[in-house]
Antibody
Framework: QVHLVQSGADVKKPGASVKVSCKAS????????LHWVRQAPGQRLEWMGW????????KYSQKFQGRVTITRDTSASTAYMELSSLRSEDTAVYYC???????????WGQGTLVTVSS | EIVLTQSPGTLSLSLGERATLSCRAS???????LAWYQQKPGQAPRLLIY???SRATGIPDRFSGSGSGTDFTLTISRLEPEDFAVYYC?????????FGQGTKVEIK
């Protein structure tokens, strides 16, 4: 069955960068996109961007443009989300989610808590 | 950006009761690309409904979705103990994809 397994929790200082990984299994990695969504404490889910794994195209939310980079390694069936210039407001749980063409997010990773604190 | 507004913020109901959750969009959601997710504490969201009214794989038929354009509804016909959670609507028809702020369904 489909599994998305994310890297573990991380603590970063303001101004640093964080890179979260999302390892996929149970399906053909290149046939789906992977999206990244975050959820700050007590807040709604917030879409950050996505990567078309097959052709490496990316699209980012304007809110995160310039600070977020999504990449993938097809040989490892893994996608990555890197967020730079971290500030306290970036403290959140970050999720990856699988998306088929014209479909919503059908499988999600378990989430990665990123804490930004001095 | 399409803004999704859910109501009510909290719904207090008893086991076996019917739950009706609303999601209103600031502009029309193209091709009814509207989904509903369930989230329990400490867990990732779980897809319930896509295309406004289609149930995802393995979702019980007590969950149903309806609506089009700017007004959408999630109905849980008879609440089971495992249904008490937060529910989010999401539009995936135009970028950026956006979520509602959630409706918490709690035990009365």
């Amino acid at each position: 069955q489909v599994h998305l397994v994310q890297s573990g929790a991380d603590v970063k200082k303001p101004g640093a960068s964080v890179k979260v990984s999302c390892k996929a299994s149970g399906y053909t990695f290149t046939n789906y996109a992977l999206h990244w969504v975050r959820q700050a404490p007590g807040q709604r889910l917030e879409w950050m961007g996505w990567i078309s794994v097959g052709n490496d195209n990316t699209k980012y939310s304007q809110k995160f443009q310039g600070r977020v980079t999504i990449t993938r390694d097809t040989s490892a069936s893994t996608a990555y989300m890197e967020l730079s210039s971290l500030r306290s407001e970036d403290t959140a749980v970050y999720y990856c989610a699988r998306v088929g063409l014209g479909e919503p997010m059908d499988y999600w990773g378990q989430g990665t808590l990123v804490t930004v604190s001095s | 950006e399409i803004v999704l507004t859910q109501s009510p913020g909290t719904l207090s109901l008893s086991l076996g009761e019917r739950a009706t959750l609303s999601c209103r969009a600031s502009q029309s959601v193209s091709s009814s690309f509207l989904a509903w997710y369930q989230q329990k504490p400490g867990q990732a969201p779980r897809l319930l409904i896509y295309g406004a009214s289609s149930r995802a794989t393995g979702i019980p038929d007590r969950f149903s979705g309806s609506g089009s354009g700017t007004d959408f509804t999630l109905t849980i016909s008879r609440l089971e103990p495992e249904d008490f959670a937060v529910y989010y609507c999401q539009q995936y028809g135009s970028s950026p994809w956006t979520f509602g702020q959630g409706t918490k369904v709690e035990i009365k």
